[in-house]
Structure formats: structure tokens, C-alpha cells
């Protein structure tokens, strides 16, 4: 079965620090991917990234970025200066590949609060 | 573009009443459609999903049934709500493609409190 462990309950951190939310993910497939997404206060999850599991090159995109390395099953997600408009619950996400659609197996998320 | 609709935004409902939440998702054809429970705390929990119309798969046993009657509109029901049945309820799509493009797209939700 497919597990997804985000370690983290809740990380409080003041503006400008750097963050790293952390991912640890188990599956017995060979082609998998793994996700992050953003979950405000208002409540819509929005997609932030998708990794596919033969590409281990990390990815940076603005003061976001994610490290994946498959050797310790972790895709951990890092933001940089960190901002107050970042604060939400991040989940990481695995996907599992099944007649013709795809169900993902999410962690239990990390509460990201960002203070001035 | 792509948009995902749900209604209604929010509801209250008495324990035993009737419930019938619905999903549209306008811009693509022949999507994949999943619907989420997330409940006190912050776990999703996948309950049903749809390849395709009249395809419904379930994931967990309960007092909710889904239906997809057309192509883009996904509904979740039930015919007597339960206390437990309390929750936010997400609606999401995705596309499959051989490029492998498999990420879920969320709607913003209904919050549901039964009394």
C-alpha cells in the first residue's frame, strides 16, 4: 500500500526565514508521482508541482523549491524568505496509477504559519 | 481554460435529511473525477472517482453514494446524513495523457455541517 508521512504537524516561523517542509513517501511502483499542494484558508487545495519519479532533478521555481531523491523516498519542499501570504497547510501527495485513472494518496499535511 | 464548479458553498443539514452536492468542471472532455472528504483536522480522504459516465468507483464504505450523469458533472448524495458525515467535501479533476500529466485540479469546496 502506498504511504504518505509529513512528519511536521505544524512549523511557525518568522517572515524572511527559510522553511523546509518535509515528505516521505512509500510505494512499491516503479512509475510513480508525487505532488504538493497549497491549502489557504479558504480552503481550495492548489496545485504547486508534480514530479514524476524519473526525474530526479530538483526544481526551483520563484522562492519555491523541492528536493527529490529517490534513494530516501523524500520529496521535501523548501521556500525561501518566506512570506505571511505563505501561511497554509501544504500536503504532499502520491499517485497511484489504475485503470485508466489516477488516485492519490495524500499526507496528513504540515501547518505552515508565517509571522512578522 | 479549465474551471471546476461546486455547489453549494456551504450547508447545514439536520441529522437524516437527504444531501446532494454537485461538481462541474468546464473546459476539458472526459476528465477523471474524484470526490474528497476532508474532516476535523486536515486528512483528505478520496471517496469516490469516475473515469468516465456511469464509471464510479467507491474507496470507503458509508452512507454517501456517487453518480456521474454526464460527462463533466459528478454528484455525491446521500439519503439520510449522519453526524459523521460532517466535513468539507472537495471535488477535484485531472486529464490523463500519455505525456503522464496527473495532477488532481480541486474545486473550492462545500462545507457541510450536519446537526
Known amino acids: 500500500a502506498q504511504k504518505v508521512t509529513q512528519a511536521q504537524t505544524e512549523i511557525s516561523v518568522v517572515e524572511k526565514e527559510d522553511v523546509t517542509l518535509d515528505c516521505v513517501y512509500e510505494t512499491r511502483d516503479t512509475t510513480y508521482y508525487l505532488f504538493w499542494y497549497k491549502q489557504p484558508p479558504s480552503g481550495e487545495l492548489v496545485f504547486l508541482i508534480r514530479?514524476?519519479?524519473?526525474?530526479?532533478q530538483n526544481e526551483i521555481s520563484g522562492r519555491y523549491s523541492w528536493n527529490f531523491q529517490k534513494s530516501t523516498s523524500s520529496f521535501n519542499f523548501t521556500i525561501t524568505a518566506s512570506q505571511v501570504v505563505d501561511s497554509a497547510v501544504y500536503f504532499c501527495?502520491?499517485?497511484?496509477?489504475?485503470?485508466?485513472?489516477?488516485?492519490?494518496?495524500f499526507g496528513t499535511g504540515t501547518q505552515l504559519k508565517v509571522e512578522l | 481554460s479549465q474551471t471546476i464548479h461546486q455547489w453549494p458553498a456551504t450547508l447545514v443539514q439536520p441529522v437524516g435529511s437527504p444531501l446532494s452536492l454537485e461538481c462541474t468542471v468546464e473546459?476539458?472532455?472526459?476528465?477523471?473525477l474524484y470526490w474528497y472528504r476532508q474532516a476535523a483536522g486536515r486528512g483528505l480522504q478520496l471517496l469516490f472517482y469516475?473515469?468516465?459516465?456511469?464509471?464510479i468507483s467507491s474507496e470507503v464504505p458509508q452512507n454517501l453514494s456517487a453518480s456521474r450523469p454526464q460527462d463533466r458533472q459528478f454528484i455525491l448524495s446521500s439519503k439520510k446524513l449522519l453526524l459523521s458525515d460532517s466535513g468539507f467535501y472537495l471535488c477535484a479533476w485531472s486529464v490523463y495523457r500519455v505525456i503522464s500529466s496527473y495532477e488532481q485540479y480541486f474545486g473550492p469546496g462545500t462545507r457541510l455541517t450536519v446537526t
Open positions: 469516475s473515469v468516465g459516465i456511469g464509471q
Open positions: 473546459g476539458t472532455s472526459n476528465p477523471n
Open positions: 501527495a502520491l499517485s497511484e496509477v489504475t485503470g485508466g485513472g489516477n488516485k492519490l494518496t
Open positions: 514530479r514524476n519519479s524519473f526525474d530526479e
